[in-house]
């Protein structure tokens, strides 16, 4: 290899042809939607078992995509490494799957070597192919055309276009899939608990909110100053006045204690329940905590920091704070 050369409009001319090239056998794929791609969603959707999604080198890194998209939408499936699948992998696979092999010449050795193991089981094949004569094209129930005119590659050879159709054609396989499964995005969440979506979908707010010592809960003829106290002692930032069934009455925060000193710096003596708030938001235990959010966020004149949360009853049972909701990624 010679010395690479700095020429920054040449870089930037080759990287716009690069998209540009793939950009165009994308859209080329729109003329070959036909019955065989209606063929092989259905053969999806009536798998009993897991879709075994195969393929070696670049088109194995792809098959690995596939996988996890249709794994991640509803569809149970799995990467299956042709070369160790005809060395006990094989195992995987089993009657009732369905397998799409992916392979550019549909004549790669690995794949060609695996087919008739598929054959014996029984397990229909798609195939995501750029040659229908080949191996894989002739012996697939359903073969989906990935022929490309050229690679994105200067010298022809690294494959790249062909790669980014069988991409392309692997999520339009796997969403048209999720559409006909009718999968909404709370079954996203429950496969994707970890994620933002799927905390924010799922998370209540009784996984959140803060109970016992770390509430401070008060009587109406408690004074200021042992609110005061009772604030501090659970490190938080308001206190909840309650009944003796434990009703909710109020809410004081410590920020209203600081203005009321600075106006009447001798009422530390007087009862909370002359100063509490009688109308504070509050939320159900059963709710998301991402609408404890939306109500803390959406709270006039001003957003809040902490929100009483009450049983079907209106009985405090905790308190959820903003702080907290923030630091489990509720946002």
């Known amino acids: 290899m010679t010395p690479p050369q700095e020429n920054t409009q040449s870089i930037q001319q080759l990287a716009a042809e690069v998209l540009e090239i793939e950009a165009r056998a994308i859209l080329k794929l729109r003329e070959r939607l036909d019955e065989s791609f209606t063929r092989a969603v259905k053969l999806i959707l009536a798998c009993t078992g897991r879709v075994v999604v195969t393929g070696i080198g670049k088109s194995g890194a792809i098959a690995h995509k596939i996988a996890a998209t249709l794994a991640s939408t509803g569809t149970p499936s799995l990467f299956l490494h042709p070369a160790e699948g005809v060395h006990g992998d094989l195992g995987m696979a089993t009657r009732g799957d369905l397998v799409i092999v992916l392979s550019h010449s549909g004549e790669t050795e690995e794949i060609v070597r695996i087919l008739p193991a598929f054959k014996r089981l029984g397990i229909p094949i ?10 894989l094209g002739e012996q697939s129930e359903v073969f989906l055309d ?5 690679e994105a590659c200067p010298l022809g050879l690294a494959p790249t276009t062909s790669t980014t159709v069988m991409l392309a054609v692997g999520d339009a396989l796997a969403l048209c899939a999720m559409k006909e499964r009718r999968f909404t995005r709370d079954d996203y969440a429950r496969f994707h608990p ?3 979506l799927g905390r924010r979908l799922l998370l209540r707010v009784s996984d959140l909110m803060r109970t016992g010592d770390l509430v401070a809960s008060v009587q109406g003829d408690t004074t200021i100053l042992d609110t005061l106290l009772a604030i501090t002692q659970a490190r938080a930032g308001c206190a909840i006045i309650v009944d003796e069934e434990q009703h909710l009455e109020g809410i004081i925060t410590d920020g209203d204690v ?13 009862k909370v329940a002359g100063v509490m708030n009688r109308s504070p938001a509050t939320i159900t235990v059963d709710r998301l905590a991402a609408e404890a959010l939306q109500v803390m966020e959406s709270h006039r004149p001003g957003a809040i920091g902490d929100l009483p949360v009450l049983d079907d009853e209106g009985r405090l049972v905790g308190v959820v704070t903003l702080k ?3 630091k489990a990624g509720i946002v």
């Open 258 to 270: 600081r203005r009321l000193l600075l106006d009447d710096p001798d009422c530390l003596h007087r």
């Open 324 to 326: 907290d909701l923030l």
């Open 146 to 150: 990935t022929s490309v005119e050229r």
């Open 194 to 196: 970890g994620g933002s």
């Open 126 to 135: 798609i195939a995501l192919c750029g040659n229908p004569h080949s191996t």
